[in-house]
């Protein structure tokens, strides 16, 4: 279950969707909603009602006349259920 999660995305936006009961990782680019769910609920002990999974596409980057690539990644946001919560601090 620990290969599945690689770790949790904290981004100002990832924190206000905590208060939402919604926390945001990066998992690996194979996974799929049902493991997501029972890694989860394996690794941190709580209950999520829903996994909403997003593919980021690898970016261009440019820094001065250096061309280059941003990787892409796949991220879950994950809602827990009520009164839960998970401290990734």
């Known amino acids: 279950m620990y290969d599945?999660?690689?770790?949790?995305?904290?981004?100002?936006k990832s924190s206000f969707?905590?208060?939402e009961r919604k926390y945001v990782f990066i998992v690996r680019p194979?996974?799929?909603?049902p493991e997501v769910k029972k890694?989860?609920?394996?690794?941190y002990k709580v209950d999520p009602v829903d996994v909403?999974?997003?593919n980021?596409?690898?970016?261009?980057?440019?820094v001065g006349s250096v061309r280059g690539r941003q990787p892409g990644y796949k991220k879950a946001i994950v809602t827990l259920k009520e009164g839960?919560?998970?401290d990734i601090a």
């Not at 599945?4 to 995305?9: N, Q, S």
């Not at 194979?30 to 909603?33: F, L, N, S």
């Not at 980021?56 to 440019?62: C, D, E, G, M, V």
């Open 4 to 12: 599945v999660i690689k770790k949790p995305l904290v981004t100002e």
């Open 17 to 19: 969707l905590s208060g």
């Open 30 to 33: 194979d996974a799929t909603k």
């Open 39 to 43: 890694a989860i609920k394996s690794i």
């Open 52 to 54: 909403n999974i997003v």
């Open 56 to 62: 980021r596409p690898s970016k261009r980057k440019r």
């Open 84 to 86: 839960q919560k998970i």
